[in-house]
């Protein structure tokens, strides 16, 4: 069996038991994909493959094609778009993900986002190592309004993280889960008002044609001049020219952006003096990508050996 892993570098470095496990099913071959790579070399590399195992490079039906041997594809994460599921089921070829590992790493980025936005922590970081003292003024998030857009299990573990703060919580999602609403205090509402009242919104729902560009110049002219938009999700949610116009003309106070349309990006809007731009790192901690291994692991390991699969999505 021969295996593609197409992971960020550190994802590796951090977890090289999953490769040492993995050889032991047979030939488990690295492609490192941080800076992104060019569709044809990435023909080349699947040509004679069985598996893929993937992070965010895109799965098309193109590459599906350029892989004649190819039997089964993993998502090394949750989130599945990159992948063209539906073309890979055509194919009769399985595909995977490992849903809920990286849950608390991304919340937790969430709110680290949501307070180096708020009190510019960044900009004032840099201004010190440039040697300028400069007071500024800044926003408290404990007490506000919170947006929560997507109530699976990271809008839930956002939503618990809140009470701490004692954040007024409010949510908008197609899969309205009433008991956890409850039992967190969560308060579910139209997309509209939720934009219209939020201090802090907070993206963390699966991107799919319909909610492709949510964020739009409409819904950016709802939203409050001091707000701060949140996305931890994926790129293609945000609109990025309305963004970028929204944010050069103060219409909204900042954003704190963790994903991009195209990644890596060469987007303007990450260049932006109020908005905080890291590159897809919302899941990055050893302790996420270790339980994120172990899982790829078991169901490559049930491939292997014939047994059904785990974690289906197609």
């Not at 929560?148 to 809140?162: D, L, M, Q, S, T």
């Not at 739009?216 to 709802?222: M, R, V």
């Amino acid at each position: 069996m021969k295996m593609l892993f197409m992971l960020r570098d550190a994802f590796i470095e951090a977890n090289p038991k999953l490769l040492e496990n993995a050889g032991t099913l047979g030939e488990a071959k690295v492609l490192f994909t941080d800076q992104g790579i060019a569709k044809e070399q990435l023909k080349r590399e699947v040509a004679d493959v069985d598996v893929i195992v993937v992070a965010v490079v895109k799965i098309d039906s193109e590459i599906i094609d350029a892989a004649p041997n190819l039997k089964y594809i993993m998502k090394f994460g949750s989130g599945f778009d990159n992948i063209d599921h539906i073309y890979a089921r055509e194919k009769g070829i399985p595909v995977t993900n490992v849903p809920g590992q990286n849950t608390e790493a991304v919340a937790d980025y969430a709110f680290g986002l949501m307070i180096t936005a708020a009190r510019h922590i960044t900009r004032k970081d840099r201004e010190i190592k440039s040697s300028h003292w400069e007071l500024s003024m800044g926003h408290e998030i404990f007490n506000k309004r919170l947006g929560i857009i997507g109530f699976g299990n990271i809008g839930k573990a956002i939503a618990r993280r809140a009470a701490g703060f004692n954040m007024e919580i409010n949510a908008y999602g197609n899969h309205k889960d009433y008991d956890a609403a409850t039992s967190l205090n969560v308060n579910f509402m139209e997309l509209d008002e939720l934009f219209q009242t939020s201090d802090l919104i907070i993206i963390c729902t699966n991107l799919n044609e319909t909610n492709r560009k949510m964020v739009n110049p409409d819904t950016l002219k709802l939203m409050k001049p001091t707000a701060i938009l949140i996305n931890i999700s994926r790129g293609g949610l945000i609109d990025e020219e309305a963004l970028t116009e929204a944010l050069e003309n103060n219409r909204i106070g900042a954003a704190g952006l963790d994903v991009f349309a195209e990644e890596p990006t060469k987007s303007e809007l990450a260049g932006l003096p109020n908005v905080i731009a890291t590159p897809h790192i919302g899941g990055a901690t050893y302790e996420a990508i270790t339980r994120i291994g172990d899982v790829a692991f078991e169901n490559l390991k049930r491939f292997s050996e014939g047994m059904e699969l785990k974690h289906l999505v197609n």
